[in-house]
């Protein structure tokens, strides 16, 4: 049986270890603190313009237009707005419950100083804007947060500086060009100097360049189809030709013709059509194919390396990897071709003797 100074000092124990419990989670050091969002008194839905740059002097400016979130500065090319918002929304998540760091002397070393950063996070609302600095990280998917006109840094989770990207190509659709290479037909490559033409042949493609006796060595068609298939964008520059891009003497423009899978238009209420293609009697019929062309003209090469292009199907001047211009500046004849191999010298025939 426990006598009384035991049970005094049980109930003791008990009582410390709740104030312990309750000083660890609601103090830093002798300060009680109210866990607040650290976006306290912004409504995300009302946020109008979002920036985003980097420590490299890489910057974003992206507007919230009436169809979702658009590029103002390459005439509101659409971005992808459910990732914007996703963002938006880890942004607001975030709150002061895990305080890091209350003196400006470590700023530095979490990298979230007015100059020392990585991620430097404007939001606009109406006339007021509130800015954030990421940091580094303090674990898996964390990140180091602080408000501009705060000296208290966080440590916020679901997030991490390297999700808030300053290549606009991480935040719309990259897709500039995009045709399934065994739908084209044609490409047609033209150069001040020289043009080039190549036409599919069943599986494989032909070369219209070939004089007597030459042979079309296609060790570059995979090369030169993907490029004229398949084209990703850097950055949307806008809707305008201006001079700086070239365009009015371009160093190639590419004409590719390819093949459209013709979809039949559904007949409403033939429900004696459907039944049957539901259950396999009617054989499906052939598929039915149109043709169409685009052109692809290329520009300026611009000072960080990129090139312009604009498709004749598209409405946006865009700037792509140089390496998309490569595949047909580096087209030369004499490399598309080989002369056959020369027939074995006939061996005399024996006499039988």
Known sequence: MLNRTN????????????????????????????VTPILSGIAI???????IADNLENEMSFARGDGGWVLPDADDFPLDSAKIDDTLAKLAAMDTRRLVAANPANFARLEVKDDDFRRRITLQ???????????????????????????????????????LSTQISTWLNAEYVSVPGDDVLEITVTRADVQFNFLRNGEGW??????????????????????????????PLGLGALAEYGLDDPPVVVDVRYRQLVEA??????????????????????????EATYTLTFGATMADGDVVLKS??????????????????????????????????????????
């Open 45 to 51: 839905a009302d946020v109008e313009r979002l920036l």
């Open 125 to 163: 609302a109406d006339a007021s804007s509130t800015v954030l600095y990421l940091g580094g990280s303090g674990g898996a998917n964390t990140v180091y947060v602080r408000r501009a006109d705060e000296n208290a840094v966080y440590l916020g989770s679901g997030l991490s500086a390297w999700e």
């Open 206 to 235: 032909t070369y219209g360049g070939l004089s007597e006796g030459e042979v079309f060595e296609d060790t570059r068609m995979p090369l030169v189809l993907r490029n004229a298939a398949t084209i990703r964008m850097q950055a």
């Open 265 to 290: 238009p559904a007949e409403d209420g033939d429900e004696t059509a459907e039944d049957e293609a539901a259950t396999g009697d009617e054989p499906d019929a052939a598929p039915e194919f149109t």
């Open 312 to 353: 004749s199907d598209a409405e946006y001047y865009v700037l792509v990897r140089d390496t998309v211009l490569n595949a047909f500046t580096n087209l030369v004849h004499d490399e598309l071709v080989r002369l056959p191999a020369p027939d074995a010298e006939q061996a005399p025939e024996s006499s039988g003797e």
């Open 7 to 34: 049970v005094f000092l049980a109930a003791l124990l008990a009582v410390q270890v709740a104030l312990l419990a309750v000083s660890v989670v609601t103090t830093t050091g002798t300060e009680t603190r109210t």
